[in-house]
C-alpha cells in the first residue's frame, strides 16, 4: 500500500504565527494548484524553504507528485481554505478522483516549510452535501453537543474530511459531565444511556465486543468502538460510535424503525470519556467515506424549537414534544 501523507516541519514554521499578517497564504496556494495542474513540479520544489529542499530534493518531490498524489487523484478541481491547523492554513482540495486535505505552512518570506496531504478520499460514491432523510436525534433526553458544526473553532471533526461535521455528543449537569469518580464510567451522566434509530433504515454494519475504556485511556487501535452503521433509504450512511460493550441490540441486515433501541451509549475505542460520535458519511466505511452536514427534523435548542436544524458546539439539544409523542405511540 502506498504511503500516501507526507509531511514535513521545521523551528522556522513556529515564527509564523506572530507574523502571519505579512504572509500571503492565498498566493502560495494558488501558485501551488497552477504549478500542479501544469505539471510543473520542479515549480512547487522552487516554492520550498532551504530545509524542505533538503528533505525532499528536486528529483523526489518530481515523483512524489508524479507517482504519489498526481498518479492516484488527478488534478485539482477545486482547492477551498477551510481552518487553521497550528497556524498552517488547511485546504480541502477537489481532486479529479478524490478529495483530501492539503495543509500548507509558511515561513515569513512565503516559503512553503511545512506540507501535508492527507489520505485521499475516493470520489466513487457521490459526495454528500447533507441529509435528505429527516433524522430525529438518537436519544430521549437533553443532550449536550461537545463538538458541532461548521468551523474548526465549533467543531475539530472538520480537518478529517471522512469525519467532518460529525457531533461528540455528552449530556451536563451544572457545567461537569460526571459526579463522584472521574474514572468509572458510570459515573458519567451518559453512560448506559438509550441510542434510537434516527429514522427508518437498514443496519449495515456492527462492530461489537470492544470493552469500554477506563475514563482518560483510549484506544486508538479500535476507533470506532462498539459500533453501528445505518443505511437510509435515500443512500445516506449514519455511523453511531463508540457504543456499550455488549450493549447492542440489532444485527446487520435488519431493518429498523425510526426510534428503535439500537444500544447503549457507552466508552469504547477512541474514547477518553462516555459520549456518542455521531456522523452522516457517503458510504458504510468511515475510513474511505467523506462526511455531510446531518440536520434534524424538529428539535429543541436551549429551549427553542427549531425545524431542520444543524447543531453547534454548547447547544443544549433534545428532540421536540411532538417527536417523543410520536415515538412513544410507535
Not at 169 to 187: C, F, I, P, T, W
Request: charged share 20%; glycine share 8%.
Amino acid at each position: 500500500m502506498i504511503k500516501f501523507v507526507f509531511i514535513v516541519f521545521f523551528t522556522s514554521f513556529l515564527s509564523v504565527f506572530s507574523q502571519e499578517e505579512q504572509v500571503n497564504y492565498a498566493g502560495v496556494a494558488a501558485d501551488f494548484r497552477s504549478l500542479y495542474n501544469g505539471g510543473n513540479y520542479e515549480g512547487i520544489f522552487e516554492l520550498f524553504d532551504v530545509n524542505m529542499k533538503k528533505a525532499l530534493p528536486r528529483q523526489k518531490t518530481v515523483r512524489f507528485f508524479t507517482e504519489n498524489v498526481n498518479g492516484i487523484m488527478g488534478g485539482i478541481k477545486e482547492m477551498q481554505f477551510y481552518g487553521l491547523k497550528q497556524g498552517a492554513h488547511i485546504y480541502r482540495t477537489i481532486f479529479d478522483k478524490a478529495v483530501a486535505d492539503v495543509l500548507i505552512s509558511l515561513d515569513t518570506k512565503n516559503n512553503i516549510n511545512g506540507l501535508y496531504i492527507s489520505p485521499p478520499k475516493s470520489l466513487d460514491m457521490p459526495i454528500l452535501e447533507r441529509n435528505s432523510t429527516e433524522m430525529i436525534l438518537p436519544f430521549n433526553e437533553e443532550w449536550f453537543v461537545f463538538w458541532g458544526g461548521t468551523t474548526v473553532e465549533q467543531n475539530y471533526h472538520v480537518t478529517e474530511v471522512s469525519q467532518q461535521y460529525a457531533f461528540d455528543l455528552l449530556m451536563v449537569q451544572d457545567g461537569a459531565s460526571y459526579s463522584g469518580d472521574a474514572k468509572r464510567n458510570e459515573s458519567y451522566f451518559v453512560f448506559g444511556k438509550e441510542i434510537i434509530a434516527p429514522c427508518d433504515a437498514k443496519v449495515v454494519k456492527v462492530i461489537n465486543g470492544v470493552y469500554d475504556n477506563i475514563p482518560g485511556e483510549l484506544n486508538p487501535r479500535q476507533l470506532t468502538g462498539n459500533t453501528v452503521v445505518m443505511e437510509t433509504l435515500n443512500n445516506e450512511y449514519v455511523l453511531l460510535a463508540h457504543l456499550k460493550d455488549g450493549s447492542i441490540v440489532v444485527r446487520e441486515g435488519q431493518f429498523v424503525k425510526q426510534g428503535e433501541l439500537l444500544g447503549l451509549c457507552g466508552n469504547s475505542g477512541n474514547s477518553t470519556e462516555p459520549h456518542l460520535h455521531l456522523s452522516l458519511q457517503n458510504t458504510p466505511d468511515m475510513e474511505r467515506s467523506t462526511g455531510a452536514k446531518l440536520y434534524f427534523e424538529s428539535i429543541v435548542v436551549n429551549g427553542e424549537d427549531k425545524e431542520d436544524y444543524l447543531p453547534i458546539k454548547e447547544d443544549f439539544i433534545k428532540n421536540s414534544d411532538k417527536i417523543t409523542q410520536q415515538i412513544i405511540n410507535e
